[in-house]
C-alpha cells in the first residue's frame, strides 16, 4: 500500500460554540468541541469514521505515533475513509477552561504512564516503541502531549451535547475511541442511535474500571428502558468466578441501553495491558443491557502480540487497524 494520499477536502470547525456574559462582554464559554477533517480524493468507504481521544491526550494521538510513524487517520485515509478528529471539549484545541476540566491533578509522569502504556519492567510488552524510561524519545512525545483528566461528569454530559451535534452536521458514522474517550462513544449512540453505525473502543473506561460511572457506561445520564427513578442505575460487585476479579454490573433486574442495543460494537483489548478485566466487565456490562451485538477482540487471540493500551501508538498499530476494520467490514456495509 501505497504511503501517498490525495486529498479532496480538509479543514478543521467548532461544535457548540456557546456564549456567557462576563463583567459586560460576550465570551465563547468553553464548551466547544474542535474538530478536524481530512477527504481523500478516493473515498471508497460509505461512512466516515470519528477519532475520540482518551483521558489526558488530544486528537494528535491519532495523527502519528510517538517515533514518527503514521497514525490510524492517516491510515485510514490510505483505506479510503473519510476521517473526523475530534480534541474533547477543555482538551487539545478545545481550550482549557477550568469550569469544564476541574482542578488540574498531577501531571502524568514517567513513573506513572511508563508503567501503565508504554511497557516498562515488561518484558512481554513488545509493541511500544521504547523502553518505557526516562530515556525513552517516544515516552517522552507522549508525555509532552498530557493535559489534565477532565472532570467526568462535565466531559460526558458535553460530550452527549457536542457528540450529537457533530453527527447532525456530518451524518452516520463510525465512531472509534480510545480509553477515557470511551464513554463519547455510547453517549453520542445513546443521543443519535440512528447515526451511529458501529462502535470500535480500545480499552474504554468501563463500570469495572478504576474511576466511579453512575450511570454505568458514563457519568451523565444515559437513557436506560425502564427508566431509573434515581440519579443513576443500581450497581452492584458480581463476582464471575473464583480466579477473576467482581464485575461492576446492573444489579436485578437491569435495564436496557435501547440507544445501543442494534449498534454493532467491539472492545479491543491489547494483549498485555492492565485494562483486560475492565474490558470484560464492559463487555458484560453491554450484553447485560441488550446490547446483543457486542464482540470482544483480544489481540491475543487474533495472533497479534505484545500490545499494551495506547495499541494505536505501537509498532503495528497498521496491523491492529487491519483487524478492526476487518470487524467493521462484517457488520456494516462500506461500499458507497
Known amino acids: 500500500m501505497t504511503s501517498a494520499v490525495r486529498l479532496a477536502q480538509q479543514g478543521y470547525f467548532w461544535v457548540g460554540v456557546t456564549y456567557q456574559e462576563s463583567e459586560g462582554q460576550t465570551l465563547v464559554d468553553g464548551t466547544q468541541l474542535f474538530v478536524d477533517f481530512q477527504v481523500p480524493e478516493e473515498q471508497t468507504q460509505a461512512y466516515p469514521v470519528v477519532l475520540i481521544h482518551g483521558g489526558g491526550g488530544q486528537g494528535l494521538d491519532w495523527m502519528s505515533t510517538p517515533d514518527g510513524r503514521p497514525g490510524w487517520r492517516t491510515l485510514l485515509l490510505q483505506r479510503g475513509f473519510s476521517v473526523y478528529t475530534l480534541d474533547r471539549p477543555g482538551q487539545g484545541r478545545s481550550p ?4 469544564i476540566t476541574g482542578p488540574s491533578p498531577m501531571p502524568s509522569s514517567v513513573e506513572t504512564l511508563g508503567v501503565m502504556f508504554a ?3 515488561n518484558p512481554e510488552h513488545t509493541q511500544w516503541p521504547g523502553t518505557g524510561l526516562a530515556d525513552d524519545p517516544a515516552l517522552a512525545q507522549l508525555l509532552a502531549s ?3 483528566m477532565p472532570d467526568l461528569a462535565h466531559d460526558h454530559e458535553l460530550m452527549r451535547r457536542r457528540g450529537a451535534e457533530l453527527l447532525d452536521r456530518i451524518g452516520p458514522a ?4 480510545n480509553s477515557a474517550g470511551g464513554p463519547a462513544g455510547w453517549l453520542m449512540a445513546d443521543e443519535r442511535p440512528d447515526l451511529v453505525r458501529a462502535i470500535v473502543a480500545l480499552e474504554p473506561l468501563g463500570p469495572s474500571g478504576p474511576f466511579p460511572l453512575p450511570w454505568g457506561l458514563a457519568a451523565c445520564r444515559m437513557n ?7 440519579a443513576a442505575i443500581d450497581l ?3 463476582q464471575a468466578t473464583d480466579s477473576e476479579p467482581p464485575m461492576r454490573l446492573q444489579a436485578a433486574p437491569p435495564r436496557r441501553l435501547p440507544g445501543l442495543t442494534d ?12 485494562a483486560g478485566p475492565m474490558d470484560a466487565g464492559t463487555v458484560a456490562f453491554l450484553r447485560q443491557a441488550g446490547c446483543e451485538n457486542v464482540d470482544h477482540l483480544q489481540l491475543g487471540d487474533l495472533g497479534i502480540h505484545g500490545n499494551g493500551h495506547l495499541m494505536m501508538l505501537e509498532r503495528n498499530n ?4 487491519d483487524a478492526v476494520i476487518a470487524w467493521v467490514s462484517e457488520h456494516v456495509v462500506l461500499t458507497p
Not at 263 to 274: D, K, M, N, R, Y
Open 224 to 230: 436506560y428502558d425502564p427508566a431509573p427513578l434515581a
Open 119 to 121: 511497557g516498562a519492567n
Open 263 to 274: 449498534t454493532p460494537i467491539a472492545i479491543v483489548t491489547g494483549e498485555q495491558s492492565l
Open 96 to 99: 482549557v477552561r477550568p469550569a
Open 174 to 177: 463510525i465512531i472509534i475511541t
Open 146 to 148: 498530557q493535559g489534565p
Open 236 to 238: 452492584i460487585n458480581v
Open 318 to 321: 497498521d496491523q491492529v487497524l
